[in-house]
T-cell receptor, first 116, second 116 residues
Framework: DAGVIQSPRHEVTEMGQEVTLRCKPI?????LFWYRQTMMRGLELLIY????????DSGMPEDRFSAKMPNASFSTLKIQPSEPRDSAVYFC??????????????FGPGTRLTVT | GENVEQHPSTLSVQEGDSAVIKCTYS??????FPWYKQELGKRPQLIID???NVGEKKDQRIAVTLNKTAKHFSLHITETQPEDSAVYFC???????????????WGAGTKLIIKP
């Protein structure tokens, strides 16, 4: 398996522009997580999906952020409009939540977003 | 809400010495406690985990201990080597209510520095 795939790996954009981050989870995993990591705030959970349904989006900072999971193999995190304070590394992670209670999360390589 | 506290935030040890990182959690229903290692510029990766029915688990130079009564767990690294330098995150499972899915609550991370 190729692991969790994220694109793009790096994104530089100007303030006010729309940014879309993409994630392909590991095949067979039914939970998907979006995290944001900065030096100041550490690793923050933004939102997570179970069986393509958003379960907890309490970590989404504001209405400028939205996430979708139209099917089991694809998810997007969109920021519109982007602001300099959104600059961070965004990780997508997936896991299989089943009767075995195996909660191990597998992280993608991350997208480094810079908003100027 | 539920939280996980991790200490210390930075730990510097001499190569060959042992390192201990401690975490406390607040949700008495937590049943899974993973430790992730994140090397500079890379993604977090699971290095060891422990479930609530076990008090200690060891894998070569790393071990994790769990005290459910006190609600704390620790990561122990013996005979530290330069490649152990990284940020280490602890986490614990929690869920918002009986109808929601389990998710991980993360500690703030410990930067481990191995001095040659």
């Amino acid at each position: 398996d190729a692991g969790v795939i994220q694109s793009p790996r790096h994104e530089v954009t100007e303030m006010g522009q729309e940014v879309t981050l993409r994630c392909k989870p590991i095949s067979g995993h039914n939970s998907l997580f979006w995290y944001r990591q900065t030096m100041m705030r550490g690793l923050e959970l933004l939102i997570y999906f179970n069986n393509n349904v958003p379960i907890d989006d309490s970590g989404m900072p504001e209405d400028r952020f939205s996430a979708k999971m139209p099917n089991a193999s694809f998810s997007t995190l969109k920021i519109q409009p982007s602001e300099p304070r959104d600059s961070a590394v965004y990780f997508c992670a997936s896991s299989f939540s089943g009767y075995s209670m195996n909660y191990e999360q597998y992280f993608g390589p991350g997208t480094r977003l810079t908003v100027t | 809400g539920e939280n996980v506290e991790q200490h210390p935030s930075t730990l510097s040890v001499q190569e060959g010495d042992s390192a201990v990182i401690k975490c406390t959690y607040s949700d008495s229903a937590s049943n899974y406690f993973p430790w992730y290692k994140q090397e500079l510029g890379k993604r977090p990766q699971l290095i060891i985990d422990i479930r609530s029915n076990v008090g200690e688990k060891k894998d070569q130079r790393i071990a994790v201990t769990l005290n459910k009564t006190a609600k704390h767990f620790s990561l122990h690294i013996t005979e530290t080597q330069p490649e152990d330098s990284a940020v280490y995150f602890c986490a614990a499972t929690t869920r918002r209510n009986m109808d929601s899915n389990y998710q991980l609550i993360w500690g703030a991370g410990t930067k481990l520095i191995i001095k040659p």
